[in-house]
């Protein structure tokens, strides 16, 4: 695999900072001592390289096989660099006896096989990178001529097998990547060795199983990755004697449960990433061991509730996503006792409702994720008490706009309005597409609840009492009440007509209503009919609660 173009022309521009030296063509010197070499025509290392040169980078060249004699100058090398050079081979002494050497990486190279023999002495080496370059295996005793190495990096080959003692020599080493090599197990006793280990990275390795006991050796290991493997689960004891870890990666696995205690042992945690696995429930106890943590990341579960007090012991807590989950319904005071809380995402669940204090112990948040769940409204005053609330986002629920949402509409025209541009009334019909920050208030009315007749009020009168929308003319000659799904009742006061008594029309008007839901168009037609008695006709226009 090459190395990114981009990271290349950003490396090239970094060197191309100091004022060019003589240097031998196509190679480029900058600052006295870095000398950047590119291009196809380099078949060879070039002469004359200067002997002061303390940094060399190979960039996209076509050197094949590096032997024991071109790089035997330049004593003050430290960092030597091979970048995206497809044909480079190196040959038992490429790099000669260099004591001065710290730094060498060769990445992006077809190196299918490599022999020690090629590094003859470094014993400065402390960063080596062999990374994207097709290696299939390392010998055994790979690593005896660079004892004193700090930082490993073998990412993106195709490792299969590691020897059990390759690293037996590195008792300095603070920082090993394996990551992308499919590997599918890890040998026993493989990390014994490495006592100072501060990073691990085993990131898409094919793992399906923790050997027991696979890193208690590990006493100062800080960082651990086991993303984007096949783990189903993890053994008891996983993380025991890892007192010292702050970042545990196990995303983007298969594990469909967690034991209570497997992260008990972690007092310094500080992120546990969870997200992309198959967990339906988490245990209560789950977190108590972990007082530190401050990020937690759950989304892409399958969550349908959290238990009471899982998060009761998160006091540093910053951070907590459970968003893509089946989330139906939150604990009482499921959020309670988090005064550090800044981010909570809990959209694309399931929930319907929320309580009136869901968040009010939450005095230092700053985002939450609500959209895309099931919520019609949300309680008056749900926010009140936080006072640091930069946005709320709110799209993709099915809110129904009327009274109970006045509230909430109000709030977001005032503090959250470009987050929730999206954010869409479902219901009733004739708001059914509004904007939430751009919905008038007086457009939120609700139907009254039913409640005991009132012998005070006519039925007609006490149809409009109860309709959402009563829509008006300026005499009040005419009242029409409507609710959410039709218009129900129609009140015209008639002047007098005089006797009725023959047949034909007797009356026909209409009128332009208004109310707080729009206006509506009505027309009335009486006709006589036989014996003194008159038939009234009433046209409404099709949308009675259309927007003005």
């Not at 007192?243 to 500080?270: E, G, M, T, V, Y």
């Amino acid at each position: 695999m090459m190395c990114p173009r981009p990271l290349l022309l950003c490396l090239q521009g970094l060197l191309l900072g100091g004022f060019a030296q003589a240097c031998p063509p196509p190679c480029q010197c900058y600052e006295g001592t870095k000398v950047f070499c590119s291009g196809e025509e380099i078949w060879g290392i070039p002469e004359g390289l200067p002997g002061n040169a303390t940094q060399l980078f190979f960039v996209e060249t076509s050197l094949a096989a590096l032997g024991s004699g071109p790089l035997s100058n330049g004593s003050s090398l430290a960092r030597l660099v091979f970048l995206n050079n497809p044909r480079l081979s190196l040959e038992a002494g490429a790099f000669g006896e260099r004591a001065s050497l710290t730094e060498l990486e060769v990445s992006g190279s077809n190196l299918s096989a490599l022999s020690s023999e090629a590094f003859g002495s470094l014993p400065q080496l402390r960063s080596l990178f062999l990374t994207f370059s097709a290696l299939r295996a390392l010998e055994p005793g790979f690593f005896h001529r660079t004892p004193g190495l700090q930082a490993l990096h073998l990412q993106g080959n195709a490792i299969a097998a590691l020897p059990p003692r390759i690293f037996s020599p590195l008792r300095e080493l603070r920082a090993l990547d394996l990551s992308h090599n499919p590997m599918a197990q890890l040998p026993d006793r493989l990390f014994h060795p490495l006592a100072r280990l501060q990073v691990l990275k085993l990131s898409d390795i094919g793992l399906t199983r923790l050997p027991l006991g696979t890193f208690r050796p590990l006493r100062s290991l800080q960082e651990l990755s086991l993303d984007r493997n096949a783990l189903a689960d993890l053994p008891p004891g996983a993380f025991s004697g890892l007192s010292h870890l702050r970042r545990l990666q196990l995303q983007h696995n298969a594990l469909a449960s967690l034991r209570p205690c497997i992260f008990a042992c972690l007092p310094n945690l500080d992120s546990l990433n969870l997200e992309g696995n198959r967990l339906s429930a988490l245990p209560a106890g789950l977190l108590r061991g972990t007082p530190n943590l401050s990020q937690l990341l759950a989304a892409s579960n399958r969550l349908e509730t959290l238990p009471a007090g899982i998060f009761s012991s998160l006091l540093q807590v910053q951070t907590i996503v459970l968003s893509h989950n089946r989330l139906a319904h939150l604990p009482t005071g499921a959020f309670r006792d988090l005064p550090s809380l800044t981010t909570l995402q809990l959209d694309h669940n399931h929930l319907t409702a929320l309580a009136g204090d869901t968040f009010h112990n939450l005095t230092s948040l700053e985002v939450l994720g609500l959209a895309g769940n099931r919520l019609q409204a949300l309680p008056p005053g749900i926010f009140d008490y936080n006072d640091y609330l930069l946005g709320v986002a709110l799209k993709d629920n099915p809110w129904v706009c009327d009274c109970r949402l006045a509230p909430l509409a109000s709030w977001i025209r005032n503090w959250s309005a470009p987050l929730n541009s999206q954010t869409f009334c479902a219901s009733p019909d004739h708001l059914k597409g509004w904007a939430l920050p751009a919905l008038p208030q007086e457009q939120l009315v609700c139907l009254a609840a039913p409640g005991p007749a009132d012998s005070s009020l006519s039925p007609g009168e006490a149809e409009t009492a109860r309709a959402p929308c009563t829509y008006r003319d300026p005499d009040g000659t005419v009242q029409l009440a409507c609710d959410t799904a039709a218009c129900h009742w129609l009140t015209v006061h008639l002047p007098p007509q005089g006797d009725w008594t023959g047949r034909g029309l007797a009356y026909e008007s209409d009128w332009v209503l208004n109310s707080s839901c729009g206006t509506v168009r009505v027309s009335v037609a009486i006709r006589a009919e036989p014996g003194g008695t008159a038939r009234e006709e009433e046209a409404v226009s099709p949308n009675p609660c259309s927007e003005p």
